[in-house]
């Protein structure tokens, strides 16, 4: 597999360099700071590029050219915010970066409640809290209609979490939630996201699918003509929130939207994390199932609970099994390689590391400080290296 690590530009708190000591060869970037509401310049990208290869590393994963909601709600605008995010692809693949991965999750990206858990060992862990996700929901952000979203017993129990937390702890949960994270799309105020929520309204699952269809439709001959590969990455967590539909989240899921656009063109992102913290979901089973389709690698696993928590576990410590996981990936490379593909070769991640060492103290982005994904990384070229030497 390419050892790859996510890398957010020149103002990233881990240089580029750090990366490479300690293992990785390719970066995941993208062009965080450039407004999604233009395409990517040939020249922007390029200039990029050349950061990352001055470095000794080669820029192997775009992550993400944003999905705009224009495109998510499928009105108006969509046809035009289309227009502009196959620019960028266009102009990413023929500066030879083929590996697109993106999300169709509406209104907020990756979410958590807590960004410094303390665990058992005192490592500090991201965590999503459900009860306190409901309790910030229905009784401090006051969505219309968020109480009948939830089990009686759940909103009971938020009311009870609500009043134990201080004004400080408030404040935090919310800006946790709402004031986004490394990577994500958009951040928002309490009064905004309220707005934005409203533009979803009446939207059903349905509606969604049928507006990632259309855009897929679009997008992904783009990128088989030019011999990209597209990496939907799940939805996470893959539950609603907010009221809102969630279409990238199930085994059934994936199925539909691979479906919609049968080509190697229009593949996944296999993010372990992501859909093992939904307990219906085998990713060891879905690995095996998609394997032919998984254009990149998130490797990282979390610990669930039954109310719908979860928290971001050792990269080999969680629910799922890291090491089947990586003896599927392996040896769909063998296939690939089989058949003579040049890109035979999977891109994986380290993700969302512990906060540890000295690092506890250091300012960091939240889940991508330095030495937890060092960790994590050498963790997963163990694993990658006695499967080999086992032969498979």
């Not at 970037?29 to 590029?49: D, F, G, M, N, P």
């Not at 994270?181 to 928002?188: A, H, I, K, Q």
């Not at 609603?240 to 656009?261: C, E, K, M, N, Q």
């Not at 998609?290 to 719908?308: C, Q, T, W």
Request: proline share 5%.
């Amino acid at each position: 597999m390419e050892s790859c690590w996510r890398w957010f530009g020149p103002k990233d708190l881990v240089p580029l360099q750090h990366a490479r000591q300690g293992g990785a060869t390719g970066i995941v970037t993208a062009l965080h700071e450039v407004s999604y509401s233009r395409s990517w310049t040939s020249a922007e990208i390029e200039a990029r590029k050349a950061l990352v290869e001055a470095a000794g590393l080669r820029w192997s994963v775009c992550e993400s050219i944003p999905v705009p909601s224009a495109i998510k709600l499928g009105g108006a605008g969509a046809k035009a915010a289309i227009g502009i995010w196959k620019d960028s692809l266009v102009n990413l693949a023929r500066s030879g970066i083929k590996t697109i991965c993106y999300n169709f999750m509406p209104v907020v990206d990756w979410t958590r409640t807590d960004l410094r858990f303390e665990m058992s060992t005192t490592a500090l862990a991201l965590r999503f809290d459900m009860v306190e996700f409901v309790a910030y929901d229905v009784f401090v952000l006051r969505r219309k209609g968020a109480e009948a979203d939830y089990a009686p017993e759940l909103v009971q129990r938020a009311e009870e979490r609500l009043k134990g937390l201080s004004e400080d702890a408030m404040q935090r949960l919310e800006n946790n939630i709402i004031a986004g994270l490394p990577g994500g799309e958009d951040s928002y105020g309490r009064e905004a996201i309220r707005s934005t929520i409203t533009l979803f309204e009446g939207m059903t699952a349905r509606d969604l699918q049928s507006n990632l269809d259309m855009f897929l439709q679009e997008v992904a001959p783009v990128a088989a003509e030019l011999g990209a590969r597209l990496a939907i990455h799940p939805d996470d967590p893959p539950i609603s929130l907010f009221g809102l539909p969630r279409v990238v989240s199930t085994a059934a899921d994936l199925r539909r939207i691979l479906g919609s656009v049968d080509h190697p063109a229009n593949g996944l992102t296999l993010c372990v994390g992501s859909l093992g913290s939904r307990a219906d979901n085998d990713v060891l089973d879905i690995a095996r199932e998609f394997a032919s389709r998984i254009n990149f690698a998130h490797l990282r696993d979390v610990s669930i609970e039954p109310d719908g928590s979860f928290v971001e576990a050792s990269h080999l410590e969680g629910r799922s099994d890291m090491h089947a996981i990586l003896r599927t990936l392996l040896a769909e490379e063998a296939c690939r390689r089989t058949e003579g593909r040049d890109d035979h070769l999977i891109p994986m991640r380290p993700d969302h590391g512990h906060l540890i060492g000295d690092d506890i103290d250091k300012p960091t982005n939240p889940g991508y400080s330095l030495i937890g994904r060092l960790k994590g990384l050498a963790e997963l070229h163990g694993v990658i290296h006695a499967i080999g030497k086992a032969g498979l």
